[in-house]
């Protein structure tokens, strides 16, 4: 079974940094996109940011444009998300996701990515 598979969440305090990374298990993703979301309690599922296959294309929701940069190793299959100067707001379940090759590289809604991790929770304390 397909899965991708999260890690390097945790608890940290408002100001501070941690780093995701996500890689999958049973496959790899030749070609495809990779994107971060998030879901704060009752609230819907964000996105957060993008990276193509290359990485020469990235996108940010607004709300983490400058403190959060995505990146990804094709050689380790590893997508990673660098988080700094978190805030409480940043706080919620971050999965990673895989969408497939299409003619727009980026995209910033959930229904097109095909594979989904299970989640890492970040809490940023205030």
């Known amino acids: 079974q397909v899965q991708l598979v999260e890690s390097g969440g945790g608890l940290v305090q408002a100001g501070g940094s941690l780093r995701l990374s996500c890689a999958p298990s049973?496959?790899?993703?030749?070609?495809?996109?990779m994107g971060w979301f998030r879901q704060a309690p009752g609230k819907e599922r964000e996105f957060v940011s993008a990276?193509?296959?290359?990485?020469?294309?990235?996108s940010y929701a607004d709300s983490v444009k400058g403190r959060f940069t995505i990146s990804r190793d094709n050689a380790k299959n590893t997508v990673y998300l660098q988080m700094s100067s978190l805030k409480p707001e940043d706080t919620a379940v971050y999965y990673c996701a895989a969408r497939p090759p299409r003619r727009i590289v980026l995209s910033t809604d959930p229904s097109e990515y095909d594979y989904w991790g299970q989640g890492t929770q970040v809490t940023v304390s205030s």
């Open positions: 049973g496959r790899t993703f030749n070609g495809y996109a």
């Open positions: 990276i193509s296959w290359s990485g020469s294309s990235t």
